[in-house]
C-alpha cells in the first residue's frame, strides 16, 4: 500500500517535472528547428546564387522563396527611431525583413564583439562609437567595404569617411559614417551675445556671466568618458596631443597642465553637471556656456540656447588647431554576416542623401554635405551649417585599440584634479604613467 | 532495513534519487563547464582579438599578478570592503527595527507589511535613475527641498565627499526592506509558547527581545546577512548609473573594476582572474557566516 | 501612556512611509509630466499631467511584447527552481548520505551563488553558442534557474532544518507515503519560506539585465530591463517621461505576485498549528 502511493508521488513529480521542462522548451525547440531549417534555406539559396554565377535567370528564385531577415545592431534610442523610419521602402523593394536591436552603448559593443566569435553571425550590420574603429577592426568584426567595391563618396563629410578607412584616414573603407555626432559649443543667447572665439575669451564672458549672478561655465566632470570628452577639446586647442607618434602619454606637458588649470579655472565660473542637468540648465539661462553633443538640443530648436565651433586657439592671436571632437557613430557590414550583398545594399540606403533627409526628423544627424545644407531641412534644424563646420575642423580621439582603457585612467585622474585631491601636474603625471601602461 | 539514529523516517532510494538529482544536475551542468573555462582562461591572455584571429597564449598567473600590484584593482577592494560592511550592518539593524517594529504592533497591517516592501520591488536600473535625478546638483528634488531649509545645494554624486554615502543611501532604501522582508518571516513562524511562557513569568517585552526574540532570530539573521553581504559585494548597476565609479575612483566597486577593465573589451584573461580573485575575497570575508551556517546544516548530524 | 504610545507609533510610521515612499512618488510624477516640464526645473507637484509616457511605450517601444517574454521567462525558471529546489534542499536537509554529498553539494551551492555573473556570462554564451541555441529562450532561462536554484536550496534548507521531526515520523508509522510526509507536512509548514523566497527568485528573474543583456540577441525576445535600460544614453537627454512610465508598468506584475504570495504567507501561517 504504501510502495503504491510513493510510485503514484513519484510518478505524478516526474510527469509534472517532464511537463513543465518540455514546457521549457517547446519555445526553444520550435525556435531551433526553424533556425536549422532557416540555416538549410541559406545553404541552399547559396547554391542556387553559385548556380545562378552561370545562369542570371536563376536569381530571383531565392527571392521568391522565405523573406531574408537582416539584422541590424543599433544604440538604442534616436538611432532606432532613425532607421525604423526609412526601413519600409527598403523592405519593400528588396522582399527582406529589417529588425533592427537596440541596445545601451556599452552593451552594443559587448554583443557585437560576441556576436563576431560566431562563424555565422546574428547580425549583419552593426553600429560603432567612432573609438571602437581600431578595436573592431583589428578583431575582423567588419567586411572590408573597398574590397567588395565600395567607392568613395565624396559627398560624405570627409572627416567623417576617414573614420571609417583603416589605417585612420588612408587604407581601406570598412564603416560608413551613420550619424555625425560632433562636439559644439553650447551656449545660452540671453546670457551670451558675442560667442567667443579662444578660451581665454570664454573663460572671460564666463566670468562675466558670475559676476552678474548666473553660472558662467559648467562642466560635465563625471568620470569616465563624461570628463574627458569634456576636456580634450580644451588640451587640443592649445595644440596638445594625448599621445606622440610612439604611444607615449603627452598628457602631463605644459600644455596639458596648462589646459587643465583653465579647466579648472572654468569650473570655479559655474558648476560641474551630469548631462541632463547641463542641458536644462543653458536651455533655462540658468547657465552661459559649456559643450556638448548635437543631439541633446535637437528637440528644443526654440530655446535660447545655440550652438557653435568649439574655439581651436587660446588667445585670439595665438594658433588655431581643429579641437571640436568627433563622435560618429559608424555603421557596417560584419565579416561572418550571412547576407552580406543585401546588407551593403542597405547600408548604402541607409546613409543615402534621401535616408538622411528623413532620419533627420526622427533625430538623425546627417553625415552629407548637401543634406546639411539643404535648405529645406536648415530652416527647419538652424545648426546643420554649424554641424557641417564643426565636422569640418573637428578632431579624433587617438586611434588604437586600448584607447578606452587609455580614456578611462585618464578619466578617474582628471577627475581628481577637478575634485581638489591632487594638483594639475600630479593628476596629469599620473595620468601618463597609466596611460603608458595600459596602451602597450 | 536498518534504522539510523538521527533519521527518524525511513527513506525510499528511489524516491530520493529523484527529488534530488534534478536540482543538482541542472546546478552541475551550467556551472561545472562555466567554472572551469574561467579557471582556465585566467592564465592565458585571450582577448576578442586574439579570439577571432588566434594567438591566444598561456601567461602563467600574470593576470593575478598585474591585478594584486595594481593600485586601482587594491583600492576597489577597499571601496567594496567598506561598502559592504556598511550598507549590510545598516541595511541589517534598519531591516530588523522595522520588522520587530510592525510585529510587535498588536495587529500587524497587511497593507503596511506591503507597503514597506516597495523599495525592494522597483525595477533597480529604473529606480536608480529615479534617485539620478533627485540627487541632481541642479534642478535635483533633494536640493530643492535643502532650499526650502535655507541648506546650500549639494552636489551629491559629483563631490568626492558625498558620492560614496549617496551609492550607499540608495543601496540602504533598496535592500533594507530585503532585510525586513526575510526577518519578518522568520518571526511569524517563531512559536508563540515560548513568549506566553515568559509573559507568564512576568518577563517585560524588553527582556522578551532581549532573551527569546534576538537569539531566535540569530539564525534566520545569519543567513540574510550572508545573502546581502554576497550581494552586496558584487554592486554593480547603481555605480554604474550614478557615478561611474567617480569621483576619483571613490565609487569604484570590484565589479565595476573588472567590467571596465576586462568585461567590457571582452578581456577574458583579465576578467577571469579577476573574478577569481573576487570569490576567493568574498569566500573569505563570508567565512565566519558560512562557517556557521555550514554547521547548522551539515554537521549538526 | 497607550494614547501616546500610539501618536508614537503613528509619526513613526509616517516617517517610514515618507523614507519608502519619495522616490516612489517621484518616479510616478516625473511618468505623468508632459515634456516640456520634464527638461527644466522640476516642481515638486506636477503642473501637467499626460498619460503620452505610457502611450509612446507601447506604440514606439512594443513594450506589451516585452511583458510577454520577461513573464515567460520569470514564470517557467521559478515554477522549475521552485519544483526541484525544494525536493532538492527536502533530501538534503533529511536523508543521510554516505559519501558527504550534503557537504559537497552544499558548498558547491554556495560556490555558484558567489561566483560574480560576468564572470559565467562568457563561458554560457559560448557554450549556448556552441550548442546552437542562442537564438531561442533556453539560454536566458537556465541563466536564470542558475541565479535562483542557489537561493532557494539554501534558503529553504534553513527552514526545513528548523522543522520538528516528530510529526513526519509519526506520520509515516501512520502509513503515509514519503511524498505524502513532503508535500503535505513538510511544504504547508514552510509556505512562509516558500512565499518568500518565491518573491526574492520572481523579482531577481523579473529585473534580471546582466544575463539577458547578451543572451538575447534578437527584438522579438527583448525583456523588460533590456528595454528599459536603451532609454537612456550618455549622448542624448535621458527620456524620463517614458523611464517613469516604464518603471511603473513594469513594477505591476512584480506586485500582483507579492500580492499573491502574501496570501501564502498568511495562510502558512495559520496552518502551521503543527507547532510542539
Known amino acids: 500500500m504504501v510502495l503504491k502511493k510513493v510510485k503514484r508521488g513519484i510518478v505524478g513529480l516526474l510527469a509534472a517535472s517532464l511537463m513543465i521542462s518540455a514546457a521549457a522548451c517547446g519555445g526553444g525547440s520550435k525556435d531551433t528547428e526553424e533556425t536549422t531549417a532557416a540555416a538549410e534555406e541559406t545553404t541552399a539559396a547559396e547554391e542556387t546564387e553559385a548556380d ?39 523592405e519593400a523593394a528588396h522582399n527582406c525583413k529589417i529588425e533592427v536591436s537596440g541596445y545601451e552603448a556599452a552593451d552594443l559593443k559587448k554583443n557585437i564583439m ?105 562642466i560635465r566632470g563625471q568620470q569616465g568618458n563624461p570628463i574627458v570628452s569634456d576636456w580634450l577639446p580644451i588640451y587640443w586647442a592649445m595644440g596638445g596631443e594625448v599621445f606622440d607618434e610612439n604611444w607615449e602619454a603627452q598628457v602631463n ?129 538652424p545648426h546643420f551649417p554649424t554641424l557641417l563646420e564643426a565636422t569640418k575642423a573637428s578632431k579624433v580621439r587617438p586611434r588604437h585599440t586600448n584607447w578606452s582603457k587609455a580614456e578611462e585612467v585618464l578619466g578617474a585622474e582628471l577627475s581628481a584634479a577637478v575634485s581638489g585631491v591632487k594638483t594639475p601636474e600630479e593628476a596629469l603625471a599620473a595620468a601618463a604613467e597609466a596611460m603608458n601602461d595600459v596602451i602597450k | 532495513m536498518e534504522k539510523k539514529r538521527t533519521q527518524l523516517v525511513d527513506h525510499n532510494r528511489v524516491f530520493t534519487n529523484v527529488m534530488v538529482w534534478p536540482a543538482l544536475i541542472i546546478l552541475l551542468l551550467t556551472s561545472l563547464l562555466p567554472i572551469i573555462y574561467v579557471l582556465v582562461t585566467s592564465l592565458t ?74 523599495p525592494m520591488l522597483c525595477p533597480p536600473i529604473t529606480i536608480t535613475l529615479i534617485w539620478q535625478t533627485m540627487f541632481s546638483n541642479s534642478y535635483g528634488i533633494l536640493n530643492q527641498i535643502l532650499g526650502v531649509f535655507g541648506i546650500a545645494p549639494v552636489n551629491w554624486l559629483q563631490d568626492i565627499n558625498t558620492a560614496f554615502y549617496s551609492v550607499l543611501w540608495v543601496d540602504i532604501w533598496q535592500y533594507a526592506p530585503f532585510v525586513f522582508l526575510l526577518v519578518y518571516v522568520a518571526l511569524c513562524q517563531m512559536p508563540q509558547d515560548l ?17 527569546i526574540t534576538l537569539p531566535y ?8 546577512i550572508l545573502l546581502r553581504l554576497i550581494d552586496t559585494f558584487r554592486l554593480f548597476d547603481k555605480v554604474n548609473v550614478l557615478t561611474k565609479g567617480g569621483p576619483y575612483n571613490s565609487t569604484r566597486t570590484i565589479t565595476m573594476y573588472i567590467y571596465q577593465r576586462g568585461y567590457n573589451d571582452l578581456d577574458i584573461g583579465v576578467t577571469s582572474a579577476t573574478s577569481i580573485l573576487m570569490t576567493l575575497l568574498i569566500l573569505l570575508i563570508a567565512f565566519p557566516y558560512i562557517r556557521s551556517s555550514f554547521k547548522q546544516m551539515v554537521q549538526r548530524r | 501612556m497607550k494614547p501616546k504610545r500610539k501618536v508614537w507609533r503613528g509619526i ?11 522616490p516612489i512618488y517621484w518616479m510616478i510624477s516625473l511618468a505623468i509630466r508632459g515634456n516640456e516640464e520634464l527638461t527644466s526645473a522640476l516642481s515638486f507637484f506636477p503642473k501637467s499631467f499626460t498619460f503620452e509616457h505610457f502611450r509612446m511605450l507601447f506604440v514606439k517601444h512594443h513594450f506589451e511584447q516585452a511583458l510577454w517574454n520577461s513573464f ?164 542624448e537627454l535621458t527620456q524620463w517621461g517614458q523611464i517613469g512610465a516604464g518603471g511603473i508598468i513594469s513594477m505591476i506584475p512584480v506586485l500582483i505576485f507579492v500580492i499573491f504570495a502574501q496570501r501564502y504567507l498568511i495562510a502558512g501561517l495559520s496552518s502551521g498549528g503543527v507547532k510542539e
Open chain 2, 45 to 118: 591572455d585571450m582577448t576578442l582579438i586574439t579570439m577571432n584571429r588566434g594567438g591566444t597564449q598561456w601567461v602563467g598567473l600574470k593576470n593575478y599578478i598585474d591585478a594584486i600590484q595594481d593600485k586601482d584593482f587594491l583600492h576597489s577592494i577597499w571601496v567594496t570592503v567598506k561598502f559592504t560592511l556598511l550598507a549590510v550592518v545598516t541595511e541589517t539593524i534598519f531591516g530588523t527595527l522595522l520588522a520587530l517594529f510592525l510585529h510587535g504592533s498588536g495587529r500587524p497591517s497587511k497593507l503596511l507589511r506591503t507597503l514597506f516592501l516597495f
Open chain 2, 195 to 211: 513568549h506566553e511562557a515568559a509573559a507568564l513569568d512576568g518577563a517585560n517585552s524588553f527582556q522578551r527581545l532581549r532573551h
Open chain 1, 114 to 218: 560576441l556576436d563576431s566569435t560566431k562563424p555565422t553571425g546574428n547580425f549583419d550590420l552593426v553600429m560603432a562609437d567612432d573609438p571602437w574603429m581600431p578595436e573592431f577592426t583589428e578583431a575582423q568584426i567588419f567586411l572590408n567595404l573597398t574590397e567588395a567595391g565600395y567607392e568613395a563618396d565624396s559627398d560624405l563629410v570627409q572627416q567623417c569617411l576617414d573614420i571609417g578607412k583603416v589605417p585612420y584616414g588612408e587604407g581601406d573603407q570598412y564603416a560608413l559614417p551613420f550619424s555625425g555626432n560632433v562636439m559644439f559649443l553650447f551656449y545660452n543667447k540671453d546670457l551670451v551675445s558675442d560667442v567667443p572665439t579662444d578660451w581665454n575669451a570664454v573663460l572671460a564672458a564666463a566670468e562675466q556671466v558670475q559676476a552678474d549672478g548666473n553660472l558662467g561655465y559648467v
Open chain 3, 12 to 22: 513613526v510610521t509616517a516617517l517610514l512611509l515618507i523614507w519608502t515612499f519619495f
Open chain 1, 52 to 90: 545562378a554565377g552561370q545562369e542570371e535567370t536563376a536569381a530571383p528564385a531565392a527571392d521568391s522563396g522565405e523573406t531574408v531577415t537582416i539584422s541590424i545592431a543599433a544604440r538604442g534610442g534616436s538611432h532606432v527611431d532613425a532607421i525604423e523610419s526609412v526601413k519600409a521602402d527598403f
Open chain 1, 253 to 381: 606637458s605644459e600644455k596639458g597642465i596648462a589646459a587643465l588649470e583653465l579647466y579648472i579655472k572654468l569650473l570655479e565660473t559655474g558648476a560641474n553637471y551630469e548631462k541632463n542637468d547641463l542641458v536644462a540648465a543653458v536651455s533655462d539661462g540658468k547657465a552661459a556656456m559649456s559643450l556638448g553633443w548635437p543631439s541633446w538640443y535637437v528637440s528644443g530648436s526654440e530655446a535660447s540656447a545655440a550652438y557653435a565651433v568649439i574655439p581651436g586657439k587660446v588667445d585670439a592671436d595665438s594658433e588655431t588647431y581643429p579641437a571640436g571632437m568627433i563622435g560618429n557613430w559608424m555603421m557596417g557590414v560584419t565579416g561572418n554576416s550571412g547576407n552580406q550583398e543585401l546588407a551593403i545594399e542597405l547600408l548604402n540606403y541607409l546613409t543615402s542623401a534621401e535616408s538622411q533627409k528623413i532620419m533627420a526628423d526622427a533625430g538623425g544627424v546627417p553625415t552629407r554635405e548637401s543634406v546639411l545644407t539643404d535648405a529645406e531641412l536648415v530652416e527647419k534644424y
Open chain 2, 217 to 224: 532570530l540569530a539564525k534566520p539573521m545569519t543567513v540574510v
Open chain 3, 72 to 235: 515567460i521567462v520569470t514564470a517557467i525558471s521559478l515554477i522549475i527552481a521552485l519544483i526541484v529546489g525544494l525536493a532538492c534542499s527536502y533530501i538534503l536537509v533529511r536523508v543521510r548520505f554516505r559519501f558527504g554529498l550534503r557537504k559537497v553539494s552544499f558548498f558547491w551551492i554556495l560556490l555558484v551563488r558567489v561566483l560574480p555573473p560576468i564572470a559565467f556570462a562568457m563561458p554560457l554564451y559560448f557554450i549556448f553558442n556552441y550548442l546552437q541555441l542562442s537564438e531561442t529562450r533556453l539560454p536566458i532561462i537556465v541563466a536564470h534557474l542558475l541565479i535562483n536554484l542557489p537561493l532557494i536550496i539554501w534558503f529553504t534548507m534553513t527552514s526545513i532544518d528548523s522543522l520538528a521531526q516528530g510529526i513526519e515520523e509519526s506520520a509515516q508509522i501512520d502509513g503515509a507515503s514519503e511524498w505524502q510526509i513532503y508535500s503535505h507536512i513538510i511544504l504547508p509548514q514552510i509556505y512562509p519560506s516558500i512565499a518568500a523566497v518565491g518573491m526574492l527568485s520572481f523579482m531577481a528573474s523579473w529585473n534580471e539585465y546582466l544575463y539577458a543583456v547578451i543572451f538575447i540577441q534578437k527584438r522579438d525576445l527583448f525583456t523588460l530591463p533590456l528595454l528599459l535600460s536603451t532609454m537612456n544614453s550618455e549622448q
